[in-house]
């Protein structure tokens, strides 16, 4: 197959982890035959140095008219400033909207030979394998009103969690889905004892849930869950949840595996372009030093190759190449590894 994939290697050790996704993704163009074409365009922090905004018009229309775009990393101290008025962020923020990609899935499994990498006991750790499903294009992050005013001396900020019924109602019909190919339970989580936006969530998740009889269904308040999520990580197949709970949930999440770096997300639509991203940040400590986990990007470049290039049999090559990477104790040091992106990347490609 043909394929267009826009590459935005972002900040921090952003471009170094895409770098190590691209060298997997070749190997399969190669090892299967298919011809990808790789254009780059610029994403955040560097966007803002070089034309003032985090993402340009045309980096957007370049990526929308992509099969598939491949993201590393957004921010950094440089561009931390609260008072200013373009963010690094902004631009992801503006990318997934204009993508329309509402779902983002991000699973979390814990690796047996990684326990030791991960603050939980062992026994914790057993069976966990869970995906959540996080609201990515609506909620606090994108509701308005949103933003400052100053009246007689007081000076107000204001964010807005809106939801919409058929906003609601895509994102866990596709946890549902998603859940029918798994252990048949899903977890939703809200805030109903206090937020209207989580009633109407629960009210909408009720008659999604009744189209389908073969998967259980429970309701779980986001605290709750933020403790279930450490106190008994293996009891949540699929949970799906608004956008902020789900962003917050899952840095908790990625503990249980061990390391942020290794976990991967595809954000997904209806149509279009899918975008696929590590769950981590841009490290600014660790960037330009060779030593970044590529693992969450790799795998994020399987979930490419799965969903948006329908290719499953590429797709679980570089899982399994991966999963005995990760067997072979070739680890980089978040996850107490000696080793470096490079050698870990070769150690995958070695594998394919
Ligand atoms: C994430 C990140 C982003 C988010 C930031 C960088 C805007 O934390 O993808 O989880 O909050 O969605
Ligand atoms: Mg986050």
Not at 242 to 248: A, Q, R, V
Request: charged share 25%; hydrophobic share 40%.
């Amino acid at each position: 197959m043909q394929a267009n994939i826009v590459l935005l290697p972002g900040d921090g050790i952003g471009p170094e982890v895409v770098a190590a996704a691209v060298r997997v993704l070749k190997a399969i163009e190669t090892k299967f035959g298919h011809t990808f074409t790789f254009t780059e365009e610029l994403i955040g922090g560097c966007s803002i140095d070089k034309h003032g905004v985090a993402l340009t018009d045309s980096a957007l229309k370049a990526c929308q008219a992509a099969d598939a775009v491949l993201l590393g990393a957004v921010g950094g101290p440089k561009w931390d400033d609260p008072t200013a008025k373009e963010r690094p962020e902004k631009g992801l923020l503006a990318l997934r909207k204009g993508l329309g990609v509402f779902a983002n899935l991000r699973p979390v499994k814990a690796y047996p030979n990684l326990t030791d990498a991960s603050p939980l006991r062992p026994e914790k750790l057993t069976g966990v394998d869970m995906v959540v499903v996080r609201e990515l294009t609506g909620g606090v992050y994108f509701g308005e009103p949103k933003g400052r005013d100053t009246v007689n001396g007081v000076t107000r900020a204001v964010d807005t969690m809106a939801y919409t019924d058929e906003e609601i109602r895509r994102i866990v019909d596709m946890a549902f889905k998603l859940a029918g190919g798994r252990k048949k339970k899903v977890t939703s989580v809200d805030k109903a004892n206090v937020l209207e936006s989580s009633r109407l969530w629960r009210q909408v998740t009720a008659e999604v849930a009744k189209n389908y009889p073969d998967i259980k269904m429970e309701n779980m308040l986001v605290d709750t869950a933020a403790m279930r999520l450490v106190s008994n990580p293996a009891e949540f197949d699929v949970v799906v949840t608004e956008n902020m709970f789900g962003d917050i949930l899952t840095d908790e999440a990625a503990v249980l595996s061990g390391s942020m770096g290794l976990l991967p997300s595809a954000s997904l639509g209806s149509g279009g372009p899918g975008l696929y991203e590590p769950i981590h940040g841009s490290a600014p400590d660790i960037a330009g030093k060779g030593i970044a986990n590529p693992i969450g990007t790799i795998l994020s470049s399987a979930f490419m190759l799965r969903y948006s290039l329908k290719l499953e049999k590429e797709a679980a090559a570089v899982e399994a190449a991966v999963e005995k990477t990760i067997a072979s104790g070739t680890l980089t040091a978040d996850l107490g590894g000696k080793a470096n992106t490079k050698e870990v990347t070769e150690s995958i490609l070695s594998n394919l």
